[in-house]
């Protein structure tokens, strides 16, 4: 339910990467992550990366499908689109069409609440049978505490519609604001009744001193609605932290997502985990040629349970009827 494409607009996708961030060494990272060249995109179009994602998921014994996640851009205090600030941008329709060329990919939509005709873009990604909507704060220079999104939230929750919203600070970009990523900035949506899902499970970084993953943890319990996805867990920059996070008792709160296709280029590898599973199985899973088989066998090894591998599938199912629930007791007065 994590996973993620690109482009640089060739083939007439609209999508974009700033200057900045191309000549960064992180974009010749992302062209190896995504198994293309830049030749490649421009001869084929940046369609060709979702077509490559879909061909290879497609050979994999443990995962059935993925969400393929657009990613709007930032937008200026007048409403607009603002390129200067934007490092990439993905568009909701290139990304609806694209998935709708396989049967193993899904719509995962990105809408940044600030645009001017927000609400009607997030109508029409419902009608294009989006399954989320995803953001990233602190890239996208998103405040999920801003009260001006309070109608935005509203018709996310109407529309059933799940906020998968990166928590923790982020590293994959030339700039970021990671006190946006702050999971406390998640308690109005959660208090409105959004279906909140923390990116990461908010398991790196710190805000006002406190590791967000202290900070986030007690939600859990006052909001039944908040979920967190396990994506990006085994990489060797996160070593320990899906262990650290599986001691809590959160478990039936854990979505599977694996932050693909990072996992390809090597960032994961079950090697590392040697003295958790042992050298014979470390090595055996390092054969598997498969990086969606070798993400879910890593994760089942290191005792996420069987559950979470499926939870997503019936989150991310929206009900024929849509009904409206009740905000939480104390906010209706606030508005």
């Given amino acids: 339910m994590h996973c993620h494409t690109a482009g640089v607009g060739a083939g007439g996708s ?71 600030k934007t490092e990439i941008y993905v568009p909701n329709i290139f990304v609806s069409t694209e998935v709708r060329k396989y049967d193993n990919l899904h719509f995962g939509a990105s809408i940044n609440p600030y645009r001017k005709d927000a609400i009607e873009r997030l109508n029409k990604a419902a009608d294009e049978n989006a399954v989320l909507v995803k953001w990233l704060p602190s890239i996208q220079l998103i405040d999920p505490a801003d009260e001006r999104l309070v109608p935005f939230y509203l018709r996310l929750k109407e529309l059933c519609l799940p906020l998968l919203t990166h928590t923790g600070n982020e590293y994959s970009f030339t700039m970021s604001r990671n006190e946006l990523a702050d999971p406390e900035r998640l308690r ?64 039936e709160r854990l979505l599977y997502g694996t932050d693909m296709p990072l996992p390809e280029t090597g960032i994961v590898s079950p090697i590392l985990f040697a003295h958790n599973i042992g050298i014979k199985k470390s090595v055996f899973l390092s054969r598997l040629e498969n990086p969606w088989d070798l993400d879910a066998e890593l994760k089942l090894e290191l005792g996420v349970p069987t559950s979470v591998f499926t939870r997503a599938w019936k989150l991310l199912q929206r009900p024929t009827i849509l009904t409206t629930c009740h905000m939480a007791d104390g906010f209706r007065d606030r508005i």
């Avoid at 959004?194 to 990461?200: E, K, L, P, R, Y």
């Fill in 14 to 84: 609209g999508c974009y990467v700033s200057a900045a961030l191309m000549k960064s060494w992180r974009f010749h990272f992302y062209l190896k992550a995504f198994g293309v060249t830049k030749a490649e995109v421009s001869e084929y179009g940046d369609a060709c990366i979702i077509r490559k994602i879909s061909t290879r998921l497609a050979t994999s014994k443990r995962v059935g499908s993925a969400v393929i996640l657009a990613m709007d851009a930032v937008v200026g205090i007048d409403g607009e689109l603002d390129l200067e």
């Fill in 188 to 251: 109005l949506p959660l208090e409105l009744g959004v279906t909140v899902i923390a990116a990461h499970a908010a398991t790196v970084g710190r805000n006002n001193g406190i590791r967000n993953l202290k900070r986030i943890m007690p939600m859990f319990e006052k909001y039944p609605n908040l979920y967190a996805d396990i994506s990006s867990l085994t990489q060797f920059n996160r070593i320990g932290h899906l262990r650290n996070l599986l001691r809590h008792k959160i478990q």
